[in-house]
């Protein structure tokens, strides 16, 4: 039995592991010349600077039902604290990596933050098949919300309510802005709470931590992996028409599903793929730096990565303008120092920084200066420092990576409509109405994030089908429908 993959992102390879370690022989095509899609690092600066292209910090990475039980090889680091969210007055709150150090910062707030974020990670290993899948979730899985409807309604709910009805200080609202702005969405739509909550749980049950040496080396793991069990890899090798094979698992968008099945989709399929909706895109620079960042508030350089927006009201209209196409004057910028915990990735007694904001899908405007301009508002000095910077705009992002649609990506927007239900609204979103064809990227459940499951349930889907067919098969002819 053969098995093609589109693409060798962290779905991709997920998904080819999990079909090869099943006996199929399996070959990825990868469009780029590197492997590794949104795990990829490169010298974007200056030699010997190693910088994460795409994803940089993986949380999501390290509790991965898929990849956990690959045993991969790849060290993780872990910073002292997973972040740290900096205020005009040169303080900071950080997220630790126990509840109670956490809370302890938050002064009245701290009795509403233990209730809210405790009862999430004393059922983390009950929730995280429900967040994480594998998908579609079973039955079984669904039983572990009994008793727990409470922590549902605020998990769907939109970050604003959320934050307000239980919390009374400004900084702590500010501080829990930060991790709901990673949903990309406005902080007034649900769930961006969603996200919110499961950042702040996986900082205290598995860490923000990342691969040492950079994000490449955990795409390097999981291909030397595939390859133990027989795999291929194929490097520059752009698909564009759908291979032949007993298993197609498409890691792409839903236009470039489109375009490799050549209108072979039914219309009503076709016409739904066609309405899905991308989300914001993103800005990105990197710089090679002269030292580490000087953090007003010095504790900052305790953390991974690093929130830049001051207040709640900030965050949220960056957000807004994002989601409505108006890109920000003071962007909400996510930022992340990993040479400061991981020495190899540069040059002796030099440091390097990633950072992006959010901006309208396919924007063409040069945020480079409004991003520095809020490094610099919470580390004064920290221009001089720069030695080099390299800047990806959505266009340059979708040029590196064609599932970076107009710089989206998490791979379409992870609104409530297209949370569970992307590509389309079907009981089961890999399959497509092509027989053997399933779609495997992050535009299907759980969505984007470097963690693997889209593939990794697509190739379970796949294996499922190829069963089903072959004991259809081997039933006595008179038994045959
Ligand atoms: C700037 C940025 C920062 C991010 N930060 C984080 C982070 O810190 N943590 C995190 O968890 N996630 C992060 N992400 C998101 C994460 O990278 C993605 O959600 C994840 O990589 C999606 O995986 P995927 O396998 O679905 O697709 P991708 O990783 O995008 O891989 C898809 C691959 O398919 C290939 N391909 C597409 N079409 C074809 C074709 N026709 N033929 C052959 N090959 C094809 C592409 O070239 C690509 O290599 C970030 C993304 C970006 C862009």
Redo the contacts with the bound molecule.
């Keep these: 039995m053969k098995a093609v993959v ?7 390879l997920a998904g080819a592991i999990e079909l090869a370690r099943a006996g199929l022989e399996v070959e990825v ?4 010349s590197e492997l ?4 990829s690092s490169s010298e974007l600066t200056l030699p010997g600077f190693v910088h994460d292209v ?5 949380p ?2 390290v509790a991965s039902p898929a990849f956990r039980e690959l045993e991969l090889d790849v060290e993780w680091v872990h910073p002292d604290a997973p972040a740290a969210h900096p205020f005009d007055d040169g303080n900071a709150l950080l997220l630790e990596r126990d509840v109670e150090s956490t809370a302890r910062q938050l002064g009245a707030d701290a009795a509403a933050y233990r209730s809210l974020i405790e009862p999430l990670v004393g059922a983390w290993e009950d929730l995280a098949p429900l967040l994480l899948g594998p998908h579609p979730v079973s039955p079984k899985a669904l039983l572990v919300l009994r008793g727990r409807l409470h922590s549902l309604r605020a998990a769907l709910s939109a970050a604003r309510p959320l934050v307000e009805s239980r919390f009374g200080s400004e900084r702590t609202r500010a501080w829990l802005a930060g991790f709901a702005g990673h949903s990309m969405l406005p902080l007034e739509r649900r769930p961006s709470a969603g996200f919110c909550l499961a950042l702040l749980v996986l900082g205290h049950v598995v860490g923000w931590p990342f691969p040492r040496g950079g994000a490449q080396t955990f795409a390097d793991a999981l291909a030397a992996r595939l390859r133990e069990v027989g795999g291929d890899i194929h490097t520059g ?4 028409d759908l291979p032949a094979a007993d298993v197609v698992l498409a ?2 968008a839903p236009r ?1 599903l489109l375009r ?1 099945a050549g209108g072979r989709f039914p219309d009503g399929y076709e016409g739904r793929l066609r309405a899905y909706r991308h989300g914001p895109g ?1 800005f ?1 620079v990197d710089w090679a730096l002269d030292g580490p960042i000087p953090w007003q508030a010095e504790e900052c350089a305790r953390a991974g990565t690093v929130h830049l927006g001051g207040s709640f009201e900030e965050i949220s209209a960056s957000e807004w303008g994002a989601w409505s196409g108006r890109p920000a004057g003071k962007p909400f910028v996510l930022l992340a120092q990993t040479s400061l915990f991981d020495p190899s990735r540069v040059p002796e007694g030099k440091q390097a920084a990633w950072a ?1 904001c959010h901006v309208p899908n396919d924007s063409s405007e040069d945020m480079m200066e409004r991003i520095e301009a809020q490094v610099e508002r919470f580390a004064p000095g920290f221009r001089e420092l720069i030695l080099a910077r390299h800047t990806l705009g959505p266009a340059e ?1 979708q040029a590196h ?4 649609v107009g710089g989206d ?3 379409g927007a992870m609104d409530l409509g297209q949370l569970l239900f992307r590509p389309a609204r079907r009981l089961v979103p890999y399959r497509t109405p092509l027989r053997g064809v399933y779609l495997c ?2 535009s299907t459940p759980p969505g ?3 963690h693997g499951m ?2 990794y349930s697509a190739a379970r889907v796949a294996l499922k089908d190829l069963r089903a067919e072959a004991s259809r098969y081997r039933r006595p002819r008179s038994s045959r429908p």
């Design positions: 589109i693409g060798s992102g962290p779905n991709g095509h990868e469009a780029e590794g899609g949104g795990l795409c994803s940089a910090i993986h999501l990475g090798s752009p698909v564009d890691d792409v470039e490799l993103a990105k992006y992002l990576n064609r599932n970076l990506l998490n791979g990227s992050a984007g994030g470097v889209c593939g």
